[in-house]
């Protein structure tokens, strides 16, 4: 299945899915990495992993989101993509590019959906006291991190926990996750 993924920034989510793209089982293949910001640090290392790579700077469509999208859908369309991957994509879609997309966009969030949908949620987590936390990989709705669940890891909350230290504990299981779970929903896509 060929697949687009979306960054914003680092990458890192991006960079498990393709390394996960190259096993031999693979049923998938990364297509195009696109961008929002022309200066997402994930877009060289993507490139430097010999993975086509595309700069969509949302800066150029003012406030016209749904103009943004459209030039992001042309290059899915260029690329042939079947299936696309938001990793630390940080605008908010339109239901124009969800609607086009409907049941082929996936997302991770780096907390147990339903509990924190939104920004900040390592803080959230260690100000309820929760004693777990993770991430989840769900398909991406109209609304904001709510889409169907497909697949969830949690970790352990530890006591002098900060939330960075949280946060690069769940973003380890990120890197398992999303692999695992973009595998599954493409195998069951035959
Ligand atoms: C991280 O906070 C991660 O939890 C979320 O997006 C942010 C950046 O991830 N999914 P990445 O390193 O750009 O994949």
């Not at 696109?34 to 640090?41: E, L, R």
């Not at 908010?92 to 590019?97: A, E, K």
């Not at 969800?98 to 509990?115: A, T, Y």
Request: glycine fraction near 8%; include cysteine.
């Amino acid at each position: 299945v060929r697949t687009a993924i979306l960054i914003s920034g680092a990458g890192s989510n991006m960079a498990a899915l393709i390394e996960a793209s190259r096993a031999a089982d693979a049923p998938f293949e990364v297509a195009v990495v696109i961008s929002n910001k022309p200066d997402a640090s994930g877009l060289t290392v993507a490139a430097a992993l010999d993975v086509p790579v595309m700069a969509v700077d949302h800066r150029l469509f003012g406030k016209d989101r749904e103009a943004h999208e459209r030039a992001i859908d042309a290059v899915l369309m260029d690329h042939g993509v079947e299936v696309v991957a938001l990793a630390g994509y940080m605008r908010l879609l339109t239901p124009w590019l969800v609607g086009r997309w409907n049941g082929l966009m996936l997302n991770i969030h780096p907390s147990l959906l339903p509990k924190y949908p939104g920004l900040d949620t390592h803080a959230r987590a260690l100000a309820a006291g929760d004693e777990e936390a993770g991430c989840t990989v769900h398909l991406v709705d109209e609304g904001v991190d709510e889409g169907p669940v497909l697949d969830q890891e949690a970790v352990p909350v530890l006591p002098f926990d900060t939330p960075e230290t949280l946060a690069q504990r769940v973003l380890t299981a990120e890197h398992r996750l999303y692999p695992r779970a973009l595998a599954a929903f493409c195998r069951g896509l035959h």
